[in-house]
């Protein structure tokens, strides 16, 4: 940790709470700035909000514990998140920050720093605060056991009753149980180990997912096997390759650290296909951040990147002797599937392991195809804009030039997870309606007399009303309310949203990825059960040069103007407040209409 920025930042927060200025940044505005990928003009919107005496103190808290979180990611620096902590001493706020802490001092190899401040800003969590807390606090408990080998186990039987805790609705979040596997897989224990897994792919009927059911059957018998104080070598290895195949490589690459088998395996096969597997893992990961890292930093791409990434791809296929298409090679021995090119304006790798594969039928306006539907998980990388957004949001998937619809599954998972939490009744629903509140004011002042502007505070609304509305068919059944909202989610996003790109493609060779874009998020709002889904994930999107920005901002021009024109046909309609503001006024019919009014093939 460098001394001289904590002082930069110190400086710059005292010059900016006395400096004149016509319009202080607010949060919401700092929080888009840097959605839009400019992070240091963020960085400079956050202070003016950490220092500025009219904003709430839940607001300045934020604006700090986003200062830290960036200069974690960014520069792998701690200085930011210290003066967070130092000045949210105590309440939710610091139930937050303690997360966030966390994280950027075990990247940073610091883990135990921010202990103490954890344990004491873990009285004042609620719920979905306090289970993230808690995951945070059992992973650097477990980082704290495999460095330091005399205090293991009671590092471990510390991460243990952390993720004991949690509530048992999130048990499936993958940050739980991808902690909570981690935490078995350095104890040897079997039994947990499978329970995770199982909780992990939210399985209940057998114990692997479709694209690993070659496995099917023996996952508690590979643990049991390989924990076991006289394991073979054969039974290590085949643990292992089951790991790399399913995407686990830092349990599998601690796991092989730990039971020396690279030094008894030197000539075995299976092991030097993993051992090689899990070099170029590493090695791709560390080009990642750097690359991303320089791209966060200049706001520029990293031209050399893709090069690199080639580079070690062919690499890894000399190595294993592969002739032809690597990829082809990667995916049969490592189930490992992605794209490389360019993303939003940025060099990307987006790469993970399969989890799912069939054939999908798609029909939209008498037009019908089949399609490659692929799932994938544990992502190498997610791209430059994925890592830059940490958590907020992330690519879910895409079309790719060989028929297939590809579907990121950590994009998805949490969702149905977040939305059960703040439909019951309770804390989180009351936060959830009490910050929607706020954003709506934010939302209203940046569009204006009646502009276009990201909304947020809408997208919001628009999706609670779908889950309030399958709250009421399901009743109290939270494993059903989970599995309609993933079910409405997937057909949403991937068989209406990208299954529109195939058929356009299909059909209408030669339009632009703007074009693409903007057909496919009105197909995403016509052809869905609730369209209200597919619109709040336009009014929640950004509205930037990029196809996607290009697409959000003409579906929303056309609903401004349908609204602008029958104002009154929209029942509670508000005229003193912008159009864009009251999409959640109109009813599925009308959200439907509009769509089909703007999409080419519906005229």
């Known amino acids: 940790m460098k001394a001289a920025p904590a002082v930069a930042v110190a400086l710059f927060l005292a010059l900016v709470a006395t400096a004149p200025k016509a319009h202080a940044a607010t949060l919401a505005e700092a929080l888009a700035t840097y959605r839009n990928n400019h992070v240091a003009e963020a960085e400079r919107q956050l202070g003016e909000v950490a220092a500025d005496p009219a904003a709430s103190a839940a607001d300045r808290a934020a604006a700090l514990r986003e200062l830290g979180r960036i200069d974690g990611l960014v520069r792998a620096e701690t200085d930011a998140i210290a003066t967070a902590m130092a000045q949210t001493p105590g309440g939710e706020d610091a139930c937050e920050t303690a997360a966030v802490a966390l994280r950027v001092y075990r990247d940073a190899n610091q883990p135990a720093v921010p202990l103490a401040y954890a344990q004491t800003a873990s009285a004042a969590c609620r719920s979905a605060s306090a289970d993230a807390l808690r995951v945070q606090r059992a992973r650097t408990f477990l980082a704290l056991a495999l460095s330091e080998p005399n205090a293991r186990t009671q590092h471990l039987i510390a991460a243990v009753a952390q993720l004991d805790g949690i509530s048992e609705i999130a048990r499936g979040a993958p940050d739980v149980a991808s902690a909570r596997f981690a935490v078995a897989m350095a104890r040897r224990d079997a039994d947990a180990a499978l329970s995770a897994w199982q909780d992990y792919y ?78 170029f893992d590493q090695n791709v990961r560390a080009i990642t951040l750097r690359a991303n890292r320089e791209m966060a930093t200049t706001g520029q791409p990293a031209e050399w990147y893709i090069g690199e990434i080639n580079a070690a791809m062919g690499a890894l296929a000399q190595t294993l002797g592969v002739e032809g298409d690597p990829r082809v090679a990667f995916a049969e021995m490592f189930g490992i599937y992605g794209s490389l090119g360019d993303t939003g304006g940025y060099p990307s790798l987006h790469g993970g392991h399969f989890v799912q594969e069939e054939h999908i039928r798609v029909s939209q306006y008498g037009r019908s195809g089949e399609v490659r539907f692929i799932v994938i998980d544990h992502m190498v990388s997610n791209g430059f804009e994925s890592w830059l957004w940490d958590g907020w949001a992330e690519t879910g998937g895409w079309s790719s030039s060989d028929n297939a619809i590809v579907q990121i599954r950590s994009s998805y998972t949490d969702g149905p997870l977040n939305a059960l939490r703040r439909t019951r009744p309770g804390p989180e629903r009351e936060r959830f309606l009490a910050n929607n509140a706020r954003a709506a004011a934010d939302e209203r002042a940046a569009l204006g007399r009646d502009g276009l502007a990201q909304l947020p505070a809408t997208s919001d609304r628009l999706e609670q009303q779908v889950y309030d509305r399958i709250a009421v068919q399901v009743g109290e059944d939270n494993e059903a309310f989970i599995a309609e909202v993933w079910r409405a989610t997937n057909q949403t996003s991937i068989e209406s949203h990208e299954g529109r790109h195939e058929l356009d493609k299909a059909n209408q060779p030669g339009l632009s990825d703007a074009q693409l874009e903007f057909r496919a998020k009105l197909s995403q709002i016509i052809f869905a059960d609730y369209p209200r889904l597919g619109l709040a994930s336009v009014a929640g999107g950004l509205m930037n040069e990029s196809a996607h920005g290009i697409g959000n901002r003409r579906v929303l021009e056309g609903y401004r103007r349908w609204m602008r024109a029958h104002r009154n046909d929209i029942a509670g309609f508000d005229r003193s407040q912008p159009a864009l503001s009251q999409l959640d006024k109109l009813t599925d019919e009308q959200i439907v209409a509009i769509a089909r009014g703007m999409d080419p093939w519906a005229r």
């Open 202 to 279: 939210w399985l209940s009927e057998t114990d692997t997912p479709q694209a690993l059911s070659q496995y099917a059957g023996r996952i508690h018998a590979m643990f049991a096997a390989a924990f076991a104080p006289d394991a073979s070598d054969a039974d290590v290895v085949a643990l292992i390759e089951l790991l790399v195949r399913a995407g686990w490589a830092p349990e599998a690459r601690q796991f092989a650290a730990e039971t020396n088998i690279a030094a008894r395996a030197a000539n075995d096969a299976s092991w030097a296909r993993s051992a090689a597997f899990l070099a």
